[in-house]
């Protein structure tokens, strides 16, 4: 089965998120959505997520599923609004409890966090399925950008997140914490063992040296081929050696500190304080 599938691209963080309907119904997923958020003012908004909203609306379809590729750390994640709006099940990948572990030390969450995923309806593992109407969706566990990294396979379509990019730029770094160059190249092995056909859709997209368009679909054939990173055969060695050497000279994403204390929380703000106000936490030297 084909899923008709719509893109939403924030302009603020290059994401794309997704809304797949089942051609047969109603049924539909969101996937990695947006919540709006001004890092200087600490300024949340829903334009983006408004925009969801508007088309399924519009559409009249029913949201089965609000989907995570994974923990974001460059973007907050929409999630339990669109669920307010409009239902559906919150899943991410079972690895979230990793993830969780590891930046509850970094932010100092103390013993009243949660790391057992509980924050989320669903947590998927390897091999699991589940259903949008009639269309079956599979799961493969693809991490190495970080440790909880899903990819959807949904009828002829993959949702990879972050793992790879369109094949002129290439694919996800690995230096977050959990990360792994080496543990990436296997699991993108995984997505180009799919059927040359299938249809991968991306996370992100920054526009290549001399491309003029945002772009978030290609195959898996132009992947195998074309990917300026791992594409016409690139053996492992040589990809971890370029992954790990480029990621040495990369920034942290701008959103990174918001983004995490909301994300893995499925997209919940922490706790306010006793005057009812919420405060987000800056780890010094710790990233």
């Known amino acids: ?21 089942d051609p047969s119904g109603s049924a539909c997923a969101i996937i990695d959505s947006v919540l709006d958020f001004d ?14 909203i508007d088309f399924v609306t519009r559409e009249g379809l029913e949201v089965q599923w609000v989907l995570e590729t994974h923990v974001h750390a460059d973007h907050l994640s929409a ?23 590891t930046f509850g030390k970094v932010f100092n969450e103390g ?4 790391r057992d ?29 970080t440790p909880a ?23 996800a770094r690995c230096d977050f914490p959990g990360g792994s160059s080496e543990t990436l190249y296997a699991s993108i092995q995984k997505i180009l063992a799919l059927p040359d056909a299938t249809r991968i859709f991306v996370g992100h997209d920054y526009k290549a040296p ?23 055969g690139r053996d492992r060695e040589s990809f971890v050696k370029m992954r790990d050497e480029r990621d040495a000279t ?31 936490k800056v780890p010094v030297n710790k990233l």
């Open 1 to 21: 089965m084909s899923p008709d599938v719509t893109a939403f691209f924030d302009d603020a963080t290059n994401t794309i998120s997704y809304v797949v309907r």
């Open 39 to 52: 890092y200087a003012s600490g300024r949340t908004d829903t334009r983006s997520a408004d925009a969801l």
């Open 79 to 101: 999630a339990p609004y669109l669920q307010e709006k409009l239902g559906g099940k919150i899943g991410i990948g079972d690895r979230i409890r990793v993830v969780q572990d």
């Open 111 to 114: 013993t009243e966090f949660q």
């Open 117 to 145: 995923g509980s924050q989320f309806d669903r947590l998927f593992e390897e091999g699991d399925s589940f259903h949008i109407g009639q269309m079956r969706g599979d799961v493969l566990h693809t991490p190495g950008h």
């Open 149 to 171: 990294c899903l990819t959807y396979v949904i009828g002829d379509a993959a949702f990879v997140g972050d793992t790879l990019f369109m094949p002129d730029f290439g694919t």
């Open 210 to 232: 001399g491309r003029d368009e945002y772009a978030w679909e290609s195959t898996v054939g132009e992947q195998k081929a074309r990917n300026v990173h791992v594409g016409a």
């Open 250 to 280: 990369l920034a942290m994403p701008k959103l990174i500190i918001p983004s995490l204390q909301v994300n893995m929380r499925a997209g919940q703000m922490p706790p306010a304080d006793a005057q009812g106000d919420v405060f987000l």
